[in-house]
């Protein structure tokens, strides 16, 4: 079945391009396995979903989600377009101001932050501390006396319900280590409200990752609109936002799935938000939805070895690069650089060089003959690709390329043994 490449991904007599740039020379000259950005693809899903929220006539601003893809180079692109940043780590929240994004806008998450991570939010002015617990709460409250500051603090909802996603990726049901319940916020937020050192901006909601169906998204903004009015009813407050978090989906089949659309997103909390009379601003934390289809992980095949069952199809690239295959069981088409002129194809595990069996890419999936030295582009790898890459196997982590229209450069070199041993000895 003919699969639609994802946008700016184009064959042109057979050999696959991005942009104007072909993926072979690519290839070529840094070697595989490496991920390729499309810089236009960012910028047009970016200016795309802020324009949703605007026809939907929301006053909106976009936090991207540094976790999807955190390369200094894809941060500062979307932060040349106006983006924020949400972080979940010292280590991403130093990524987003060194890339460029202003303190206040960036808004900071996470279960787990240290006291060394809310002090420097707090030095930073950052936006706001999305609180997931009691504890969290009176540390940061701790901590701002301590420096003679405020904090500003949002209060994420656990709405408890069901995105119907991936178990890894739900956040939002009861039993998820994730966010607040509806009546513990109310006290937070009552505690919040009184203390000096704590100023509540707003409240947040995430209930997954990768979602489709609009429905479990409604029925969270809905919880969240709900907490927002009692909230301000009961403290007599005003709050500056909601934040709707990230989530959407994106096609990773290519012949038959269609990205969620961030119009019908924008579109349903704006009838949310008339539903309570309220116009808040919005906030949204999108990470994948922005990046996962403007990258590609290309590599190439070492070896093919067949057994009575099974082809495969041994590559250069493996779970430390794209885990997403091993992890979640997850899709990404794979396609060849140079289109092969003959159209038969057979069924491949496409799995990489690591030591574990669970080491795949693809599993029975129908590819073009694949030969010793061929080229394969690994689509929809923008996001949760490179970011979540390790160096199991003391293998060197890919090198990154971002292709700007007729130009392409490097924004990450190929790891070094030397890279690798840096810090031991
Ligand atoms: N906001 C919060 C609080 C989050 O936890 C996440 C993602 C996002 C925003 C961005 O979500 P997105 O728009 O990208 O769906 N590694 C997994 C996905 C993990 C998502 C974690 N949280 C994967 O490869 O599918």
């Known amino acids: 079945m003919p699969i639609n490449l994802p946008n700016k991904f184009e064959y042109r007599d057979n050999h696959l391009f991005i942009d104007n740039i072909e993926l072979g020379e690519i290839a070529n000259k840094v070697g595989t396995p490496c991920y390729v950005y499309s810089a236009s693809a960012i910028c047009e899903r970016y200016r795309q979903y802020t324009r949703a ?4 006539g929301l006053e909106a601003e976009i936090f991207y989600a540094v976790k999807a893809c955190s390369n200094l180079e894809i941060i500062r692109l979307l932060a040349n377009e106006g983006a924020g940043a949400d ?3 010292g280590g991403e929240l130093l990524r987003a101001m060194k890339a460029g994004v202003p303190a206040h806008k960036i808004v900071f998450a996470g279960v787990g932050k240290t006291a060394k991570e809310i002090e420097l939010g707090l030095k930073s002015g950052i936006r706001a501390f999305n609180v997931e617990s009691e504890p969290e709460l009176r540390l940061i409250e701790r901590l701002a006396k301590q420096l003679s500051l405020h904090a500003r603090i949002s209060l994420r909802l656990n709405p408890g319900v069901d995105p119907h996603t991936h178990a890894y990726i739900t956040t939002g049901q009861r039993g998820n280590k994730f966010g607040i319940s509806y009546e513990q916020a109310l006290e937070l937020a009552r505690y919040a409200t009184n203390s000096p050192y704590l100023w509540l901006v707003g409240v947040q909601c995430h209930i997954g990752s990768q979602l489709h169906e609009l429905e479990p998204i409604s029925e969270a903004a809905n919880r969240l609109a709900e907490l927002a009015q009692t909230v301000e009813r009961q ?3 005003a709050l500056e936002y909601l934040d709707i978090g990230g989530g959407l989906g994106v096609a990773y089949r290519l012949a038959e799935e269609q990205a969620a659309s961030p119009e019908a997103l924008a579109q349903l909390v704006a009838t949310t938000l008339a ?3 309220r116009n808040w601003k919005i ?13 590609t992980l290309l590599t190439e095949v070492l070896f093919l070895k067949s057994d009575t069952e099974t082809t ?3 590559v250069d690239a493996a779970m430390n690069d794209l885990i997403r295959p091993s992890l979640y069981q997850a899709y990404h088409e794979i396609v060849p650089l140079v289109e092969p002129l003959n159209s038969d194809l057979i069924n491949y595990d ?4 690591v030591c574990e069996s669970g080491d795949f890419l693809a599993q029975n999936r ?10 394969l582009a690994i689509l929809s790898a923008g996001a949760y690709g490179f970011s979540m890459s390790s160096n199991y196997n003391s293998r060197p982590r890919a090198a990154e390329i971002l292709v700007e229209g007729d130009n392409w450069r490097s924004i990450r070199a190929r790891e070094t043994f030397e890279d690798l041993i840096r810090a031991e000895g």
């Open 350 to 353: 496409v799995v990489g060089p």
């Open 275 to 277: 539903r309570y009379g």
């Open 312 to 314: 495969f199809a041994i």
């Open 235 to 237: 403290n007599n407050c």
């Open 366 to 375: 129908a590819l073009p003959l694949l030969e010793e030295g061929m080229k």
């Open 283 to 295: 906030l949204a934390e999108p990470g994948r939805w922005l990046v996962a289809e403007a990258g």
């Open 53 to 56: 929220f605007l026809i939907a």
């Open 87 to 89: 972080v979940v780590s």
